[in-house]
């Protein structure tokens, strides 16, 4: 029995590949898309979908791309797991937020208001 497992070095280099055929063929379809202007709208938009829908499968069969998917995975797990706050707490702390915003561009025109009174003075 003389099989040998695939090397580490000799994934990196496949997943290369995969990757440099994945922009490939992503560059393909946008040149397509623009080039093939006299198609109807529709038939090219389906084509760059399909080209597209492959270029992802292409990803996620290397290394980085299940781990992209994974993260993707675990991401969404930890959206479930957030509290989101009720309709009355986030009309409210708007409301704060807006009246800090006022307030604040309040205090600022004041404060110029006054210099520049104090330099028209000054200057004159």
């Known amino acids: 029995m003389n099989a040998k497992a695939d090397s580490p070095a000799d994934n990196d280099r496949l997943d290369t590949v995969k990757w440099l055929v994945a922009a490939i063929l992503l560059g393909v379809g946008i040149v397509g898309f623009y080039y093939f202007d006299t198609v109807p709208a529709v038939f ?68 110029d208001s006054l210099l520049f009174w104090i330099v028209q003075t000054l200057t004159t």
Do not use: C, D, N
Request: glycine share 8%; aromatic share 10%.
């Open 44 to 111: 090219r938009v389906l084509a760059l979908l399909l080209i597209g829908s492959g270029v992802v499968f292409l990803l996620y069969t290397t290394q980085k791309g299940r781990f992209a998917w994974g993260f993707i995975q675990e991401s969404h797990l930890e959206v479930r797991k957030v509290v989101w706050p009720s309709r009355q707490e986030t009309l409210q702390t708007t409301g704060i937020v807006i009246l800090m915003v006022l307030l604040m561009a309040l205090m600022i025109w004041l404060i």
